[in-house]
Nanobody, 126 residues
């Protein structure tokens, strides 16, 4: 079975930092890009950042460019999202997801992941 285990959410003040982790198991890491969506209350789920080591690409939503950095550790089949300069509008449930590399030519849409992890809450207080 494929599992995406997300961790690292929490409560932080505006301007602070958090690092999310997503550990993947049961899938061929080289066939997929991994990354994050988020969903705030009353809003649609949106792509935040994705990485494909096989294609050597990274994608970021405009709202997080320059503040968030995605990286991966292939030996651990784990992807990380370093979130700096957090803002209250970053408050959301963050979901790890796996998208086939063939679809990863831009930030993916909500319909494109083959697999989802459980959400992790990120709350940024003002």
């Amino acid at each position: 079975d494929v599992q995406l285990q997300a961790s690292g959410g929490g409560l932080v003040q505006a301007g602070g930092s958090l690092r999310l982790s997503c550990a993947a198991s049961g899938l061929t890491f080289d066939d997929y890009g991994l990354g994050w969506f988020r969903q705030a209350p009353g809003k649609k789920r949106e792509g935040v950042s994705f990485i494909s080591n096989s294609f050597g690409v990274e994608y970021y939503a405009d709202s997080v460019k320059g503040r968030f950095t995605i990286s991966s550790d292939n030996a651990k089949n784990t992807v990380y999202l370093q979130m700096n300069s957090l803002k209250p509008e970053d408050t959301a449930v963050y979901y790890c997801a796996a998208v086939p590399n063939g679809l990863l030519y831009r930030l993916p849409s909500e319909s494109e992941p083959d697999y989802w992890g459980q959400g992790t809450q990120v709350t940024v207080s003002s």
